[in-house]
């Protein structure tokens, strides 16, 4: 199969997957106690505004009915209006997305970087101090509870050293605007990016500032697992004919253990780096909260909380896009990586 | 070319490269932010947001209201610090104001010279407008439908210029708390359409409010998926007083923090200057003994309470509903969950508002001999015991609504005639579980809308709490009260409603909060009143 047919093929697949989990979240939400139309009326109110209000939130219609006025809106791309405070849904989402976006991105970059980095270090030295030094600090990493490890950074860093701020994501007045030409404005909402193109290297630095501990935070316990992916595979690959036959021919080391091992090794990391990434961006709730980091990590709960099932639903389908894109990716990337792959 | 050691040159010079690169990063990361392009700033950390709007004909919670009085006004205030009693409102807007010898008409004379935005002057229309259409919406889960304005204010009439006139339906005693509420905050037409509530426009402070003649202009309003990031307010350069040095501080942040612990890490860190609401009552303790924290304590108005479902028996019965209420130890949930932030409570009305009494002394505190005898009668004893179902809210609404719920179950379970079941529900489930009235005892609380006991003195009975209680002599004291200016005949009558209410027992009062917050020890001006406003126009911040 062609890489078009491929990508096609994977894409109609993702219809149906979305209509499913939409279907479920749809009607387990409506199971849920608690009525969005009450939490509007904190006292009491007539039964004819009860019912305005039901009429205004789309709720006086038969369950099919809502159903397929959802579908109907999502075809138009309208995710609907939150019940809470009737905004639009897609820019509640939208609004919060590009953070959530840059702490997953730097996340991943420092998850992968040392995990990947740590794990081919310890299989070169296998069963040495070295190794089971790595081993150790993955198993704490990946043990570690996420929040503790924040918070102590937040005690050290910024209590004590003052090095760097507890949270947010930039002082306040820094927030960068992106780059405008010509009248058209070009913001992608990730202020390293933004201010890259705005052109500000102290707006730069400052959002770097603020990215470090969440960041750093949230690498630190992924690592964990990357490290021990990475070793796991390295250590078996190692041992493969074809990586003798190459330190045989004279190959330098550092040819053979990132050239010819850790390439054939990386697959399986891939893969967990599209699993990792696809669940950052749902929103890494623990960090977010840490470092109140104004991300999409507790949307879905408050959401949940205010029984507002639009914005649930919203939230669920913006996410099996993501999901299914994501995977998508890391298909193709694997056929990249591995010619015998076929797609 | 290699060195003896077998490392290169190249390899050397890169390692130095990268340490150079790696230090003057350092370097240039643990500098302090960069001077702040404002000036005379005071950054305020807190974890309470807005609840939807900015619209005082809408605006129903307390950080929505916090925000209005900034940026907004009012025809009166009360006196920071004081204790809102009847002496106590001081003018704002207006510059003084009579009342009828029948109580049913407020004649205030308006201030003159005070200028919206665009230069128009403030004058009688602009508050008749306001009053219109707060009123005139009718928004059912606005404050106008909640405080009841329709019940107390018959009609605004524009007497002159520089002068309005309220008729009321009712000669109401405590009209000026209500005239110093923000849910009667001025408002700017231009802004405010008559017929439309006015909600958060993202990107655009300005057209997200209708206010205007407060000591602060919002410059930013930040929310993000549906929760508040940052306000920014700056010093309104057409505030009446400005020339009288007011705000004291030109520019406030407020930074919204996910929990107490965050707020707490960042005024340690500095990242603030200023921390209130919430920080824990072991944050507030340990806070209070370092020296580079300031804490702050003040009269709260909060108050929490205990409801019985009078549909579910035994708590139809007043003598159950009075046995558990002497079973209650106050003392326990103020000092083990709260550490001593908050204040055993005996009456509806709290503490320092006039016509507080101490009437639920009467059945004490851990009285098990009462409770024993009161349920002896009603056939529980130890081997038959009352069986109760104790509920608690679980999404943060209350504070630390577990923990209290523990220690209620531990204080009734000690009369050795009384089994606790805890149940809980997150707030939309427990409000919802409210309405359909199927919990036997439950936990509630109250804020003021504005600081009188006509605004306590009602939870006796209100109907939005569905207890089913139901007494008629109790609501004639009570309108009776709330038509009266006379101080002391208003006292006797609320101490009367205080002794049907220790008989009847509809609820339980628990404890009344105190108000904390913490700052930088150079930061001044916090006045923590039992208003349980923030007046951010106070503070200042010294080098």
């Given at each position: 199969m062609g890489l078009r047919s491929y990508i096609a093929t994977r894409v109609l697949l993702t219809i149906p997957m979305i209509m499913l989990l939409l279907t479920f979240v749809f009607l387990i939400i409506r199971v849920l106690p608690g009525d969005p139309v009450l939490l509007h009326f904190e006292k009491a109110a007539s039964p004819e505004t009860m019912a305005l209000m039901r009429q205004r939130l789309g709720l006086d219609k038969p369950l099919l009915d809502q159903y397929f006025a959802y579908l109907a809106g999502l075809l138009h791309g309208d995710l609907g209006k939150s019940?809470?405070?009737?905004?639009?849904i897609a820019q509640q989402i939208f609004s919060a997305f590009p953070a959530t976006l840059e702490l997953a991105i730097y996340s991943m970059i420092i998850a992968v970087g040392l995990g990947v980095f740590l794990g081919v270090r310890s299989s070169k030295s296998y069963n040495s101090v070295q190794d089971h030094s790595i081993r150790v600090f993955g198993i704490v990493m990946y043990a570690i509870p996420i929040f503790f490890l924040g918070m102590i950074f937040q005690l050290i860093f910024?209590?004590?050293?003052?090095?760097?701020?507890?949270?947010?994501?930039?002082?306040?007045?820094?927030?960068p605007s992106g780059l405008t030409i010509g009248g058209v404005h070009i913001s992608t909402g990730l202020y390293t990016i933004d201010s890259l193109l705005e052109g500000n290297i102290i707006k730069f630095l400052q959002a770097l500032r603020y990215l470090f501990l969440p960041s750093l935070t949230l690498g630190l316990v992924l690592c964990g697992v990357f490290i021990r992916l990475t070793r796991t595979n390295m250590l078996e690959t190692l041992h493969l004919d074809f990586v003798t036959a190459a330190k045989a021919r004279g190959l330098k080391e550092r040819t053979v253990l990132y050239g010819y091992a850790f390439r054939n090794a990386f697959l399986p990391v891939l893969t967990m780096m599209g699993l990792q990434f696809a669940a950052l961006l749902g929103g890494a709730i623990l960090t977010e909260t840490t470092f109140s980091w104004?991300?999409?990590?507790r949307y879905l709960v408050d959401r949940i909380n205010f029984r507002d099932y639009t914005a649930i639903q919203g939230d669920v389908v913006f996410f099996g896009l993501l999901v299914a894109l994501i995977s998508l990716v890391v298909d193709i990337l694997y056929a990249y990586f591995d010619p015998r792959i076929r797609l | 070319m290699s060195t003896a050691k077998g490392i290169s040159r190249t390899t050397i010079v890169a390692i130095l490269a990268v340490i150079i690169v790696v230090a003057g990063l350092g370097w240039y990361f643990t500098l302090?932010?960069?001077?702040?392009?404002?000036?005379d700033m005071i950054i305020w950390g807190t974890t309470d947001s807005v609840e939807?709007?900015?619209?005082p004909a809408q605006a129903y919670d307390f950080f929505g209201w916090c925000i209005i009085q900034q940026i907004g006004g009012t025809l009166v205030e009360v006196r920071p610090?004081?204790?809102?009693?009847?002496?106590?409102y001081v003018p704002d807007l207006a510059t003084d104001w009579s009342v009828s010898a029948d109580k049913l008409t407020w004649t205030f004379n308006l201030r003159q010279g005070v200028k919206f935005e665009d230069g128009t002057e403030f004058n009688a229309t602009h508050v008749k407008y306001s009053f219109d259409r707060s009123m005139g919406l009718a928004?059912?889960?606005g404050p106008q439908v909640g405080i009841d304005y329709y019940s107390i204010i018959d009609s605004v009439e524009v007497k002159g210029t520089y002068q309005v006139a309220f008729q009321l339906k009712i000669p109401f005693g405590p009209f000026l708390g209500v005239m110093a509420c923000q849910a009667s905050g001025i408002v700017n037409p231009k802004y405010a359409p008559m017929d439309a509530e006015v909600d958060y426009v993202d990107g655009d402070a300005r057209a997200?409010?209708?206010?205007?003649?407060?000591r602060y202009t919002l410059t930013k309003w930040q929310r993000v998926a549906g929760k508040d990031v940052e306000f920014d307010l700056e010093a309104n350069?057409?505030?009446?007083?400005?020339?009288?040095?007011?705000?004291?501080?030109k520019n406030i942040i407020i930074k919204m923090y996910s929990d107490a612990t965050a707020l707490r890490l960042a005024l340690e860190a500095g990242d603030v200057d200023v921390a209130f609401r919430h920080l824990t009552p072991s944050d507030i303790v340990s806070l209070s003994g370092k020296t580079d924290v300031k804490v702050w304590e003040g009269v709260g108005a909060q108050i929490q309470y205990i409801l019985f479902q009078e549909k579910i028996a035994p708590f139809n019965d007043p003598r159950a509903r009075r046995a558990l209420a002497a079973a209650v130890n106050r003392t326990a949930v103020c000092q083990t969950v709260f550490l001593g932030q908050k204040q055993p409570l005996y009456s509806i009305i709290p503490m320092?508002?006039?016509?507080?009494?101490?009437?639920f002394k009467a059945l004490g505190d851990a009285n098990y001999t009462l409770t024993r005898s009161l349920l002896a009668e009603l056939g529980y004893n130890e081997s038959h015991k009352l069986e109760v179902d104790l509920w608690y809210e679980t999404?943060?609404?209350?504070?630390s609504c577990a923990d209290q719920a523990l220690v209620y179950k531990a204080s009734f379970e000690a009369s050795g005639v009384i089994t606790v079941t805890l149940k809980s529900a997150d707030w939309a489930s427990y409000r919802a579980n409210r309405n359909a009235e199927i919990m036997p005892v439950y936990i509630y609380g109250w804020y003021p809308d504005?600081?009188?006991p006509d605004d306590y003195v009602f939870?006796?009975?209100?109907?939005?709490?569905?207890?089913?209680y139901n007494n008629p002599a109790m609501v004639a004291l009570y309108d009776q009260a709330r038509s009266t200016a006379d101080a002391t005949q208003k006292s006797t009558l609320y101490s009367q409603i205080e002794t049907m209410a220790v008989q009847d027992c509809p609820l339980v009062p628990l404890w009344q909060g105190k108000a904390f917050a913490a700052s930088k020890p150079?930061?001044?001006g916090i006045v923590l009143d039992?208003?349980?406003?923030?007046?951010?126009?106070l503070l200042y911040e010294t080098e």
């Open positions: 019940m809470q405070d009737f905004s639009p910024g209590v004590v050293l003052h090095w760097f701020p507890t949270g947010g994501r930039i002082y306040p007045g820094m927030e104004p991300g999409l990590g | 302090p932010p960069p001077a702040p392009k404002l000036k939807k709007t900015l619209d610090g004081s204790g809102a009693g009847p002496n106590d928004i059912e889960e997200s409010h209708p206010n205007d003649l407060g350069p057409n505030y009446w007083n400005a020339s009288g040095g007011w705000p004291k501080t320092g508002m006039a016509g507080h009494t101490e009437a999404s943060g609404h209350y504070p504005y600081n009188d939870l006796y009975w209100t109907p939005w709490t569905h207890q089913n150079n930061v001044g039992v208003t349980e406003n923030f007046r951010l126009w």
